[in-house]
């Protein structure tokens, strides 16, 4: 059973930064591919970036260039670096891990940034 825990949401002002990270218990995490997808109120859940286990990374158009993410194989955890937060960042922020035992979510963690 893959478990994802999120961390590291909040309320910050705009401009400002935050970290997230995820932790798997799941065996396959270094050979898995690992995304943090956000989703509002209202809207459908996007990608926000993902890293695959050679650690290629791909971004959501809006966040290219403002958020960073990267893994540490030996911990089983996945960050996002977030900077330069925007008001319409807020949204719940997903951690994801797709492997050989299928695609896992997180439960979810809040950013919510003020203008």
């Known amino acids: 059973q893959v478990q994802l825990v999120e961390s590291g949401g909040g309320l910050v002002q705009a401009g400002g930064s935050l970290r997230l990270s995820c932790a798997d218990s799941?065996?396959?995490?270094?050979?898995?591919?690992m995304g943090w997808y956000r989703q509002a109120p209202g809207n459908q859940r996007e990608l926000v970036a993902s890293?695959?286990?050679?650690?290629?990374?791909n971004y959501g158009d809006s966040v290219k260039g403002r958020f960073t993410i990267s893994r540490d194989n030996a911990k089983n955890t996945v960050f996002l670096q977030m900077n330069s937060l925007k008001p319409e960042d807020t949204a719940v922020y997903y951690c994801?891990?797709?492997?050989?035992?299928?695609?896992?979510w997180g439960q979810g963690t809040q950013v919510t940034v003020s203008s």
């Open positions: 994801s891990s797709s492997g050989p035992m299928g695609v896992y």
């Open positions: 890293i695959t286990r050679g650690g290629s990374t």
């Open positions: 799941g065996r396959f995490f270094s050979i898995n591919v």
